[in-house]
Each structure stands twice: as C-alpha cells, then as structure tokens.
C-alpha cells in the first residue's frame, strides 16, 4: 500500500470512490451526495487551502481524504479533514488510519497547528483526535451532532479557547452537512 498526495487528474477515480464507498455504507441518495461535495471540494478550493491524500493498492486508488483549511478565529494555521472514505474490500486492514497519518504528517510539514473533523469519535479517537466542546472552538455551523465535533493539535499542545465561529471553505458551507 502506498500512501500520495492527490493530484487533479485523479479527480474521477476519487469522486467515483466516495460515490461507491458511501453507496454501501449508507445508501445510493448518501453516495450521490458525497460524490458531489467531492467533485465541489475540488472545483472550487483554492489550491493552498486543500490537500488531499490517497492509499493505492498498485495502480488502483482504494482510499482518500481530503482537508481543507478552517479559518479559526486566534489565526492559527488549521484544516478541517473530511470526508475519508475507504473501499468496501480493504476497510478494517488499516487503510484509513494509515492513510489519516500521512495526511497529519503532510500538514505538519506546511506548519499548520489544528486539525478538526467531524465524525465518529470512536476511530478518529485511534488517530489522536479528541472532543472539542462548542464553548472552546465554535463549528462553522451548527450541529446536529455535537459529540462528534472533535480535534487535535499537531504539536502536542491543548487546544485554546477561541470566541466566535469557525470558517469552511465553500464546498462545506451548507448547514446541511453539519
Ligand atoms: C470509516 C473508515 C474510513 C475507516 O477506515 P478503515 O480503513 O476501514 O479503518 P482502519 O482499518 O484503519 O481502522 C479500523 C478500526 O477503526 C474502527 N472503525 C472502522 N470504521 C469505523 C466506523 N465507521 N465507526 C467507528 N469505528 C470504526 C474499527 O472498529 C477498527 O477498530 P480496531 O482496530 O480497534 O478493530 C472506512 O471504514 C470507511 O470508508 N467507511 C465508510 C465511509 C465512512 O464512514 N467514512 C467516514 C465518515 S466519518
């Protein structure tokens, strides 16, 4: 398994990835509406303020996430990870996490200092994240599930206090996604 930095031109593999990772796990409506943040994170990010990784198995691209940059309101340097998905026949083998700590170590070396996620805190826990309350660091928006509202600084430091709501890149500016 090798682990790279997305490049453009492996747009439709990966949007075809999610469409199918998340056809299965959730249903064909989730995989659909997945497949098009995707494709929307890409078209319409500014190139320093995304990055995305990929696992692949030979030639073929089993596993991606993407983050994209979080404006928090002390100015620190902080990206957002979603979504991640892994193909249906390689899930639970490590890809994920695997591929989760090359993306962290990517971003540590562009000095970024917060990394947020929204999920289940019961994997990303395996990848040193941890919960964030709502009166330490505010969501873009608000949440419906604000268990899953969870963090870390790559340095190792605690997260600070900060007043007033984060900012997403376009493709997560929908309150539906939160
Ligand atoms: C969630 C997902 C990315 C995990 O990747 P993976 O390669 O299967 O996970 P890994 O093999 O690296 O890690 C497996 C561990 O995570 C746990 N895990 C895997 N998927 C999980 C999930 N959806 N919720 C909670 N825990 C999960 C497993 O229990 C396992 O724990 P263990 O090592 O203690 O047994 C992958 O299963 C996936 O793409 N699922 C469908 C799409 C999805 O749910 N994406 C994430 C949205 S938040």
Known sequence: MKFLLF?????????????????????????????HLVSSLIATTPADALIGCVAKEGERIVGAIF?????????????????VAVASEVQGTGVGQGLIRFGLDQLRGRETDL?????????YSKVGFVPVSEELV?????????????????????????????????????????
């Open 115 to 123: 990394v947020f996620t929204y999920g289940d805190p019961a994997f």
């Open 7 to 35: 490049t453009p031109t492996a747009t439709d593999e990966v949007v075809a990835l999610f469409t199918r990772v998340f056809s299965a796990s959730e249903d064909e409506d989730e995989g659909r509406s997945i497949g």
């Open 138 to 178: 505010q969501a873009p928006y608000p949440l419906s599930q604000p268990i899953g509202w969870l963090g870390q600084s790559l340095e190792g430091n605690s997260i600070p206090v900060m007043q007033g709501r984060t900012e997403c890149v376009p493709a997560f500016a929908n309150s539906d996604y939160w």
């Open 67 to 83: 983050f994209s940059r979080l404006r928090v309101p002390n100015g620190q340097q902080a990206f957002l990870l979603s979504p």
